[in-house]
């Protein structure tokens, strides 16, 4: 039976999935009539920097140790920086379709990567629950796209991979700061250093912006960037480490295939998309890998385990004596 923590953790990530679903059709709203790639990309950075640090204010203060920022800087990089950027200019030159279904490797990167540095076990059921989950998310992808006459190129697809890999070491190198220190902690260090490497490169891009230099401003458009830099990266940031805290990097990196669920009742809600059977049962493999790879036996089970069968076999070695 789940804890009432990991409950917690399975309920922070599937709502920061939601919003990052809800993200993909407002930003393609205003990306690139509204605003630009560079300029947008910049703009949630610098917007979540300013809110976390603001944050910090008035949770207790935590030092970090040289080391710490280190490690700190690198989530930067790998989860913020690279992972959005390289996001950004790979979908400018490939499809949206090849973009999500290189974007389902994202939970076998991290399953890997988890195994060598936390050295998390490659169980049976996880990785059958891995591979459900994969079949479902493509499966719905497909379905969503038929038609779609949109280029796809090598060298897009190659940068949306590299995003994917960035992203799976985030979740893996962050796990054990996520036990150290609370959410705003990391979260304010991590995009003051990419606020730091990329805003320089964009002022003039965000200056630029057309939303930002109309007479009359418009109402919708402003507040879809306000929901991008609020609901789409600030909210969601502020919930993965706590998620992370709670459950496994695998089991996290699992929810992204949750993302094509919800874009697809969106479009179906809104008109753009009709409910089939299909569907449901591409979502029904979804959620039933997402629950293989949740009741897969952790690197702390098998440690328990052994532990309790070694005590067994003791005890019972006395008793015999």
């Not at 910049?42 to 917007?47: A, D, E, L």
């Not at 998310?137 to 994917?164: D, K």
């Not at 962050?174 to 320089?200: A, G, H």
Request: net charge positive; proline share 5%.
């Amino acid at each position: 039976m789940m804890n009432q923590e990991k409950l917690k953790g399975h309920l922070l990530i599937l709502a920061a999935n939601i919003l990052f679903a809800i993200n993909m059709p407002v930003s393609k709203y205003l990306l690139p009539e509204h605003v630009q790639p560079e300029a947008l990309t910049s703009m949630r950075m610098s917007f979540a920097c300013v809110m976390f640090w603001i944050t910090s204010l008035f949770v207790p203060y935590e030092k970090v140790p040289l080391k710490d920022l280190g490690l700190l800087c690198l989530c930067a990089l790998c989860g913020v920086g690279l992972n959005q950027g390289l996001f950004i200019w790979g979908l400018n030159t490939t499809s949206p379709v090849d973009a999500s279904i290189i974007a389902t490797a994202v939970p076998i990167f991290v399953m890997i990567l988890a195994a060598l540095i936390l050295k998390e076990p490659i169980t049976r059921m996880k990785t059958f629950g891995v591979l459900l989950g994969i079949c479902g998310a493509i499966s719905l992808i497909l379905q969503s796209t038929q038609g779609s006459n949109q280029a796809s190129s090598l060298g897009g697809n190659l940068l949306i991979t590299v995003s994917g890999f960035m992203y799976s070491i985030y979740l893996v190198v962050s796990k054990p700061l996520t036990l150290k220190y609370s959410s705003v902690t990391m979260m304010k260090w991590m995009f003051l250093f990419s606020t730091l490497i990329t805003l320089p490169f964009a002022i003039e891009s965000i200056w630029n912006t057309p939303a930002f230099h109309k007479e009359v401003f418009d109402g919708q458009e402003l507040g879809a960037i306000f929901f991008v830099l609020f609901g789409a990266t600030f909210v969601p940031y502020l919930l993965i480490p706590l998620a992370l805290k709670r459950i496994r990097p695998t089991t996290v990196s699992m929810y992204n295939y949750i993302q094509p669920i919800v874009a697809s009742f969106i479009a179906v809600f809104i008109g753009q998309d009709s409910f089939s059977v299909t569907k449901l049962v591409s979502a029904a493999l979804v959620f039933s890998g997402v629950y293989l790879v949740t009741q897969s036996k952790s690197r702390a089970d098998l440690e328990q385990q052994n532990s309790q069968s070694f005590d067994k076999n003791a005890c019972n070695m006395k008793n015999n004596a």
